[in-house]
Every structure is written in structure tokens, then in C-alpha cells.
């Protein structure tokens, strides 16, 4: 099973300033296919998660540009670059490389 | 429009079997697609439990796969979970998916309580 080690565990961020989650995986990401499969999330308090990232960088529909992913291999990071309020919530990393895993969450509070 | 709608017990005794069904509309099941069951104990990650594909093709939670089975009914568009032998700590937040993650169900809380 892959393991994804998210840091911090939790972030207090100001309003309007960036913010970054690392996400490491135990085993690289690149599928066979050539894709690498690691995917950001958000929770908000009582809701199920919401798609914000996959393939590492492509932003699903309707998610706002100062939201980005990078990194490659077993090394990835997502970047906020002005949080706003609607930003709170817990960021979850996701692999889909084999069997998908999260992992454990970063809760981020303003 | 997609949507995912989780239905099910929400108290279960231990030891009982639990039967979850993930209802969908606007997909159905054509190449490529799959679906899946993640849940969320309170308070903690979450977990992918097992997913199923167009082709019926499944994967198993190498932790869980002993009590678990995930079938598809095409003609009702429903995916069904089974997990055996539940116990509290299987008390979680059960949520359905499409296997990209990109649709989710708004989740249904299953307590594990005598």
C-alpha cells in the first residue's frame, strides 16, 4: 500500500497571504501509462470533499487559479496564492497509482 | 447533472452485515467509469474502501478485503457494499464516488453500536 505523508498537519493562514501543503508518497506516482495520479482535496466542516486538483496540476472545473499543484515522482505540493475565507477546511492528497490512498489531512484555519 | 446519493442502516449491531447502495444519476456505467466507497471514522481520514468498473472489474482495500464485496445492479444504476462482521470502530461517515473523485454523495453516517 502507498503511504502519503502530508505536512503540516495543521496551517493558521492569514487572509490574502499564500499558503503551501506537502504531500510525500512512500512509492513514486508514475503510473506505467506515463501519468502520475496524485490528487488534492478539500473538506469542509460537513461536507463530503470536493476535487481541487488531479495529475498533480490540472484544476478541475470551477476551481479558482490561485489554487495550483506541482512536484513529480514522490514529492508534491499544493500552493494557495491568497487564501480567502472559503479556503478553510481540511486538504487531503490522494494517490491513484495503485489501490488509492489519502492521506492523513491538513487542517487549514484562517 | 451528476449526482451520487448514499442509502442504508444507520445503526448496525455488532457483528451484523452492513448493505450500503450508492444510487447514480446522470452516468451510468460505460467504459471507462467506476465507482467506489470511501468512509471517514469522526474526526480522522479518510479511507477507500473498494471500487467496481464498467467492466466489473474490483479492487479491494488490502486491509478489508476479507469482509467486503462490491457489486453493481446496471439496470438500476446502483452500486451495493457489503462489509462483514462490523464492530465500532467501523462507526464512520460511509460516502460513495466516482473513482476519479470528481463526484462525491453527501455521505451517510453508520454508527456500530449494540
Known amino acids: 500500500e502507498i503511504v502519503l505523508t502530508q505536512t503540516p498537519v495543521s496551517s493558521v493562514v492569514t487572509l490574502g497571504q499564500p499558503a503551501s501543503i506537502s504531500c510525500k508518497s512512500s512509492d513514486s506516482l508514475v503510473h506505467t501509462n506515463g501519468a502520475t495520479y496524485l490528487s488534492w482535496l478539500l473538506q469542509r466542516p460537513g461536507q463530503p470533499p470536493r476535487l481541487l486538483i488531479y495529475q498533480v496540476s490540472t484544476r478541475f472545473s470551477g476551481v479558482p487559479d490561485r489554487f495550483s499543484g506541482s512536484g513529480a515522482g514522490t514529492d508534491f505540493t499544493l500552493k494557495i496564492s491568497r487564501v480567502e475565507a472559503e479556503d478553510v477546511g481540511i486538504y487531503y492528497c490522494m494517490q491513484a497509482r495503485q489501490f488509492p490512498t489519502f492521506g492523513q489531512g491538513t487542517k487549514v484555519e484562517i | 447533472q451528476i449526482t451520487l446519493k448514499e442509502s442504508g442502516p444507520t445503526l448496525v449491531k455488532p457483528t451484523q452485515t452492513l448493505t450500503l447502495t450508492c444510487a447514480l444519476s446522470g452516468f451510468s456505467f460505460t467504459d471507462g467509469v467506476g465507482v467506489g466507497w470511501i468512509r471517514q471514522p469522526p474526526g480522522k481520514a479518510l479511507e477507500w474502501l473498494a471500487i467496481i468498473y464498467w467492466d466489473d472489474d474490483k479492487l479491494y482495500s488490502p486491509s478489508l478485503k476479507s469482509r467486503l464485496t462490491i457489486i453493481k445492479d446496471t439496470s438500476k444504476n446502483q452500486v451495493i457494499l457489503t462489509l462483514t462482521n462490523m464492530d465500532p470502530v467501523d462507526t464512520a461517515t460511509y460516502y460513495c464516488?466516482?473513482?476519479?473523485?470528481?463526484?462525491w454523495g453527501p455521505g451517510m453516517l453508520v454508527t456500530v453500536s449494540s
Open positions: 464516488a466516482n473513482v476519479v473523485a470528481d463526484h
